[in-house]
Protein backbone atom coordinates (compact mmCIF):
# COMPACT_ATOMS: atom_id res chain seq x y z
CA UNK A 1 0.00 0.00 0.00
CA UNK A 2 1.29 3.25 -0.99
CA UNK A 3 0.14 6.60 0.37
CA UNK A 4 0.46 9.78 -2.28
CA UNK A 5 -0.68 13.51 -2.17
CA UNK A 6 -3.43 14.35 -4.71
CA UNK A 7 -2.81 16.74 -7.63
CA UNK A 8 -5.38 19.13 -9.29
CA UNK A 9 -6.01 16.32 -11.55
CA UNK A 10 -6.93 13.57 -9.17
CA UNK A 11 -10.92 15.89 -8.88
CA UNK A 12 -13.20 13.11 -11.05
CA UNK A 13 -11.00 10.34 -8.76
CA UNK A 14 -12.06 11.71 -5.53
CA UNK A 15 -15.33 12.67 -6.89
CA UNK A 16 -16.21 9.42 -7.63
CA UNK A 17 -14.22 7.72 -4.54
CA UNK A 18 -15.69 10.29 -2.12
CA UNK A 19 -19.84 9.51 -3.24
CA UNK A 20 -18.41 5.26 -3.30
CA UNK A 21 -17.24 5.30 0.15
CA UNK A 22 -20.52 7.98 1.70
CA UNK A 23 -22.53 5.63 -0.24
CA UNK A 24 -20.97 2.69 1.19
CA UNK A 25 -20.67 3.51 4.63
CA UNK A 26 -23.62 5.33 5.36
CA UNK A 27 -26.59 4.42 2.93
CA UNK A 28 -28.17 1.60 4.96
CA UNK A 29 -29.28 4.19 7.67
CA UNK A 30 -30.59 7.25 5.35
CA UNK A 31 -32.97 7.87 3.16
CA UNK A 32 -32.64 7.83 -0.86
CA UNK A 33 -32.99 10.50 -0.91
CA UNK A 34 -31.13 12.41 1.37
CA UNK A 35 -28.17 9.98 0.47
CA UNK A 36 -28.94 11.54 -3.56
CA UNK A 37 -28.57 15.30 -2.41
CA UNK A 38 -26.08 15.06 -0.30
CA UNK A 39 -23.68 13.34 -2.59
CA UNK A 40 -24.96 15.52 -5.63
CA UNK A 41 -23.79 18.47 -3.25
CA UNK A 42 -20.63 17.17 -2.21
CA UNK A 43 -18.64 15.10 -4.27
CA UNK A 44 -19.10 16.41 -8.06
CA UNK A 45 -15.79 16.81 -9.44
CA UNK A 46 -15.97 20.84 -9.90
CA UNK A 47 -16.68 20.86 -5.99
CA UNK A 48 -13.34 18.40 -5.33
CA UNK A 49 -11.29 20.76 -7.69
CA UNK A 50 -12.61 23.67 -5.87
CA UNK A 51 -11.28 21.64 -2.17
CA UNK A 52 -8.08 20.64 -4.22
CA UNK A 53 -7.26 24.01 -4.81
CA UNK A 54 -7.92 25.45 -1.45
CA UNK A 55 -4.26 25.68 0.28
CA UNK A 56 -5.47 25.21 3.49
CA UNK A 57 -5.94 21.68 2.22
CA UNK A 58 -4.19 18.53 1.89
CA UNK A 59 -5.39 15.49 0.26
CA UNK A 60 -4.05 12.14 0.63
CA UNK A 61 -4.66 8.74 -1.82
CA UNK A 62 -3.86 5.23 -0.69
CA UNK A 63 -3.42 2.66 -3.33
CA UNK A 64 -2.88 -0.77 -3.68
CA UNK A 65 -1.68 -3.28 -6.72
CA UNK A 66 -2.90 -0.57 -9.12
CA UNK A 67 -6.41 0.65 -7.32
CA UNK A 68 -7.00 3.72 -5.46
CA UNK A 69 -8.77 2.37 -2.04
CA UNK A 70 -9.25 5.27 0.02
CA UNK A 71 -7.98 8.61 0.78
CA UNK A 72 -7.96 11.54 3.62
CA UNK A 73 -8.64 15.36 3.39
CA UNK A 74 -7.06 17.69 6.05
CA UNK A 75 -7.31 20.74 6.25
CA UNK A 76 -5.52 24.05 8.28
CA UNK A 77 -8.09 26.96 9.65
CA UNK A 78 -10.30 28.09 12.53
CA UNK A 79 -11.82 24.76 14.42
CA UNK A 80 -15.64 23.85 15.72
CA UNK A 81 -15.61 25.19 19.40
CA UNK A 82 -14.39 23.03 21.96
CA UNK A 83 -11.25 22.00 20.03
CA UNK A 84 -7.77 23.17 21.53
CA UNK A 85 -4.52 23.43 20.32
CA UNK A 86 -2.10 26.19 19.13
CA UNK A 87 -2.31 24.97 15.49
CA UNK A 88 -4.94 22.29 15.13
CA UNK A 89 -5.63 20.74 11.70
CA UNK A 90 -8.70 18.90 10.65
CA UNK A 91 -9.31 15.38 9.53
CA UNK A 92 -12.53 16.79 6.91
CA UNK A 93 -12.33 12.80 5.76
CA UNK A 94 -11.08 9.41 6.43
CA UNK A 95 -12.68 7.05 4.06
CA UNK A 96 -11.55 3.42 2.43
CA UNK A 97 -13.45 1.33 0.00
CA UNK A 98 -16.34 -1.01 1.82
CA UNK A 99 -13.82 -4.16 0.12
CA UNK A 100 -10.37 -2.85 1.99
CA UNK A 101 -12.02 -2.49 5.24
CA UNK A 102 -10.28 -3.87 7.98
CA UNK A 103 -7.26 -4.30 5.65
CA UNK A 104 -5.44 -1.37 7.53
CA UNK A 105 -6.12 1.05 4.96
CA UNK A 106 -7.69 3.19 7.61
CA UNK A 107 -4.49 2.89 9.84
CA UNK A 108 -2.36 3.86 7.53
CA UNK A 109 -4.20 6.26 6.32
CA UNK A 110 -4.68 7.98 9.84
CA UNK A 111 -0.67 7.84 10.01
CA UNK A 112 -0.39 9.40 7.10
CA UNK A 113 -2.14 12.31 8.80
CA UNK A 114 -0.30 12.21 11.91
CA UNK A 115 2.52 12.54 10.03
CA UNK A 116 1.73 15.55 7.40
CA UNK A 117 0.06 17.52 10.95
CA UNK A 118 4.05 17.32 11.93
CA UNK A 119 5.27 18.29 8.91
CA UNK A 120 2.54 21.32 8.86
CA UNK A 121 3.85 22.43 12.43
CA UNK A 122 -0.05 21.62 14.00
CA UNK A 123 -0.17 20.37 17.29
CA UNK A 124 -3.84 19.04 17.43
CA UNK A 125 -5.71 16.81 15.37
CA UNK A 126 -9.37 16.85 15.44
CA UNK A 127 -12.38 15.51 13.68
CA UNK A 128 -16.20 15.31 13.58
CA UNK A 129 -17.70 11.37 13.61
CA UNK A 130 -21.83 10.44 13.64
CA UNK A 131 -22.69 9.43 16.50
CA UNK A 132 -24.25 5.97 15.00
CA UNK A 133 -20.93 5.16 13.35
CA UNK A 134 -19.62 3.06 15.87
CA UNK A 135 -16.88 1.44 13.93
CA UNK A 136 -15.15 4.71 12.93
CA UNK A 137 -16.01 5.65 16.76
CA UNK A 138 -14.03 2.26 18.05
CA UNK A 139 -10.83 2.98 15.44
CA UNK A 140 -10.67 6.79 16.50
CA UNK A 141 -10.93 5.62 19.86
CA UNK A 142 -7.61 3.29 19.28
CA UNK A 143 -6.28 5.90 18.14
CA UNK A 144 -6.24 8.39 21.16
CA UNK A 145 -9.15 10.61 20.27
CA UNK A 146 -11.24 12.22 22.41
CA UNK A 147 -14.72 13.69 22.25
CA UNK A 148 -14.33 17.09 23.38
CA UNK A 149 -17.86 18.39 22.18
CA UNK A 150 -20.79 18.07 19.28
CA UNK A 151 -22.39 19.75 16.61
CA UNK A 152 -25.02 19.16 14.14
CA UNK A 153 -24.44 17.76 10.17
CA UNK A 154 -27.20 18.30 7.78
CA UNK A 155 -27.33 15.46 5.76
CA UNK A 156 -29.98 16.18 3.32
CA UNK A 157 -33.04 17.02 5.02
CA UNK A 158 -31.54 15.40 7.91
CA UNK A 159 -30.33 16.83 10.76
CA UNK A 160 -27.99 14.41 12.36
CA UNK A 161 -25.85 14.52 15.41
CA UNK A 162 -21.87 14.36 15.03
CA UNK A 163 -18.93 13.98 17.74
CA UNK A 164 -16.18 16.62 17.76
CA UNK A 165 -13.28 14.48 18.84
CA UNK A 166 -9.39 15.68 18.87
CA UNK A 167 -5.89 14.32 19.73
CA UNK A 168 -2.55 15.25 20.41
CA UNK A 169 -0.41 15.58 17.51
CA UNK A 170 2.56 14.03 20.01
CA UNK A 171 0.79 11.66 21.51
CA UNK A 172 0.94 7.68 21.03
CA UNK A 173 -1.73 5.49 20.88
CA UNK A 174 -2.55 1.86 21.39
CA UNK A 175 -4.68 1.55 17.48
CA UNK A 176 -1.03 2.53 16.04
Known amino acids: MKIRYATPADNTLLAELGAQTFYETFAANNTPEDMAAYLAASFSPAKQ ?16 EGSVIGYARLKVGQPTRGVTGVRPIEIVRLYARQDWLGQGVG ?19 WLDVWEQNARARAFYRRWGFVEVGTQLFQLGSDLQHDLILQRSVSQTAAGR
Open 49 to 64: AAELADPASTFLIAKS
Open 107 to 125: ARLMQACLDEAVKQGCDTV
